[in-house]
């Protein structure tokens, strides 16, 4: 038996009820026994020593590897165990210091003035689209939905988050929009069609772009909603009425907060109204944890808000509206995990058992985040104008009821076909996109 990590073990799980079972054989119970029960095996001593060493990077690989198997419940409720009774209970000397250089290294590598966005967002988003159509809902809307009122399905959750954004543009006919992040292009069609305005969607992954394009011409909507492969900040020579970016700003790294909100001012008109859906955390958090950096978002990073607002003030932009949305994340991603779960040979026969596990333990991962850590999603409505937004919040509420008499006579979407998107024309790269 590991004697290090049996220590760890014992520190860390004063609550619920963990059972592990050590390479060695020996069983050893863990907790005051209330709450589900969980039961891990450790397959060798080697993976035993790695969880010592660097717990928040290395646990989740001995997972993956299958050198960590649950016997009993699953990965989400040996997570629950772990982060409701406090991770920083497992600290000691080796493994602070191994966290210190995880938080070293990602401070460093934002602040490098090497643009590799194109190559972290590839990595996540350049997946086979088989593998989202596991778990998403019906228009393919990757970031929190909005259940309310709560307790309805996901695809209704996620028609009301972008229900709630829209009436938060307060869209005209006619406007000029920039969606910075347009995914798999639901949110831009949703816009044009409920309020009559014209939408560019820049993303970087190239497989979002062929879905998006291929989307907007069967819905007959190629005039009005156009997508670029464009990075935001090689964006020039054009303003738009309003700019929306959901789930994007994740993305952008600590380093460049000032340079995206400087870029986004150039971007708005001076009348415009600007939308920004982001995670949260209630502290600076430093470094974004290691097993996720390395193989879910390289490059990403989860702000405090007061690490956000400072950027926006410099801009001199006004602040219009803060909204907390504080349970929402982890009701979506307990449905993309319950789908992604059930579809499990699947998701093996795209990839492989290593990649459901890492997949799986992802979405796990993240949803105890938002129980236990109490991450949350921010919407920050900003403009340059004092008068764009009216002075009470009661806009919002009358805004949705008229865009909920759209969806009535909206004509339903058509699924997001996988395996049958119209082969992309030729597409040249603008000269200035960063690599």
């Given at each position: 038996?590991?004697?290090?990590?049996?220590?760890?073990?014992?520190?860390?799980?004063?609550?619920?009820?963990?059972?592990?079972?050590?390479?060695?054989?020996?069983?050893?119970?863990?907790?005051?026994?209330?709450?589900?029960?969980?039961?891990?095996?450790?397959?060798?001593?080697?993976?035993?020593?790695?969880?010592?060493?660097?717990?928040?990077?290395?646990?989740?690989?001995?997972?993956?590897?299958?050198?960590?198997?649950?016997?009993?419940?699953?990965?989400?409720?040996?997570?629950?165990?772990?982060?409701?009774?406090?991770?920083?209970?497992?600290?000691?000397?080796?493994?602070?210091?191994?966290?210190?250089?995880?938080?070293?290294?990602?401070?460093?590598?934002?602040?490098?003035?090497?643009?590799?966005?194109?190559?972290?967002?590839?990595?996540?988003?350049?997946?086979?689209?088989?593998?989202?159509?596991?778990?998403?809902?019906?228009?393919?809307?990757?970031?929190?939905?909005?259940?309310?009122?709560?307790?309805?399905?996901?695809?209704?959750?996620?028609?009301?988050?972008?229900?709630?954004?829209?009436?938060?543009?307060?869209?005209?006919?006619?406007?000029?929009?920039?969606?910075?992040g347009s995914g798999w292009g639901g949110m831009a069609m949703y816009l044009a069609e409920s309020s009559g305005v014209e939408v560019t969607g820049i993303t970087l992954s190239e497989e979002q772009l062929k879905v998006s394009r291929d989307r907007a011409a069967r819905r007959g909507l190629s005039d009005r909603v156009?997508?670029?492969?464009?990075?935001?900040?090689?964006?020039?020579?054009?303003?738009?009425?309003?700019?929306?970016?959901?789930?994007?700003?994740?993305?952008?790294?600590?380093?460049?907060?000032?340079?995206f909100f400087d870029k986004m001012n150039a971007l708005l008109k001076p009348d415009g109204v600007m939308l920004l859906h982001s995670i949260g955390q209630i502290y600076k958090p430093w470094a974004t944890n290691p097993w996720i950096e390395k193989y879910i978002f390289p490059g990403g990073y989860i702000p405090a808000?007061?690490?956000?607002?400072?950027?926006?003030?410099?801009?001199?932009?006004?602040?219009?509206?803060?909204?907390?949305?504080?349970?929402?994340?982890?009701?979506?991603?307990?449905?993309?995990?319950?789908?992604?779960?059930?579809?499990?040979?699947?998701?093996?026969?795209?990839?492989?058992?290593?990649?459901?596990?890492?997949?799986?333990?992802?979405?796990?991962?993240?949803?105890?985040?938002?129980?236990?850590?109490?991450?949350?999603?921010?919407?920050?409505?900003?403009?340059?104008?004092?008068?764009?937004?009216?002075?009470?919040?009661?806009?919002?509420?009358?805004?949705?009821?008229?865009?909920?008499?759209?969806?009535?006579?909206?004509?339903?979407?058509?699924?997001?076909?996988?395996?049958?998107?119209?082969?992309?024309?030729?597409?040249?790269?603008?000269?200035?996109?960063?690599?």
């Open positions: 038996m590991n004697a290090a990590l049996l220590t760890l073990l014992r520190r860390l799980v004063r609550n619920g009820n963990l059972t592990v079972v050590f390479s060695s054989g020996e069983k050893v119970i863990l907790g005051d026994g209330s709450g589900k029960p969980a039961s891990i095996r450790i397959i060798d001593a080697e993976a035993e020593a790695a969880i010592v060493r660097d717990p928040g990077l290395r646990f989740g690989e001995m997972y993956m590897d299958g050198r960590v198997v649950i016997e009993k419940g699953d990965i989400f409720d040996v997570l629950s165990i772990v982060k409701e009774n406090g991770i920083e209970n497992a600290a000691n000397a080796t493994n602070t210091m191994t966290g210190l250089w995880h938080v070293l290294r990602q401070q460093l590598l934002s602040r490098i003035p090497v643009n590799r966005n194109r190559h972290n967002v590839a990595h996540h988003y350049d997946l086979d689209r088989k593998l989202f159509d596991l778990f998403l809902d019906e228009d393919w809307q990757y970031s929190c939905a909005y259940f309310q009122p709560q307790g309805i399905s996901l695809d209704a959750a996620q028609l009301a988050k972008k229900r709630h954004i829209a009436a938060k543009l307060l869209l005209e006919p006619g406007q000029k929009v920039l969606e910075v156009r997508f670029e492969l464009q990075d935001y900040r090689t964006l020039q020579g054009r303003q738009f009425d309003r700019i929306v970016s959901v789930g994007m700003f994740e993305h952008v790294g600590i380093g460049n907060y000032g340079n808000i007061s690490e956000v607002l400072p950027s926006v003030e410099r801009t001199r932009l006004l602040v219009k509206d803060v909204e907390i949305l504080p349970m929402h994340y982890a009701w979506t991603l307990k449905a993309w995990r319950e789908r992604f779960v059930a579809r499990r040979e699947e998701a093996i026969k795209l990839y492989d058992e290593r990649f459901f596990r890492m997949w799986e333990f992802y979405l796990a991962a993240s949803e105890t985040a938002f129980l236990y850590d109490k991450h949350f999603i921010f919407q920050l409505q900003i403009s340059p104008s004092l008068g764009a937004v009216p002075a009470s919040r009661g806009y919002i509420e009358e805004r949705e009821r008229q865009l909920i008499e759209f969806e009535k006579r909206r004509p339903p979407l058509e699924p997001v076909n996988t395996w049958d998107v119209v082969p992309e024309q030729e597409h040249v790269e603008p000269a200035a996109m960063a690599c």
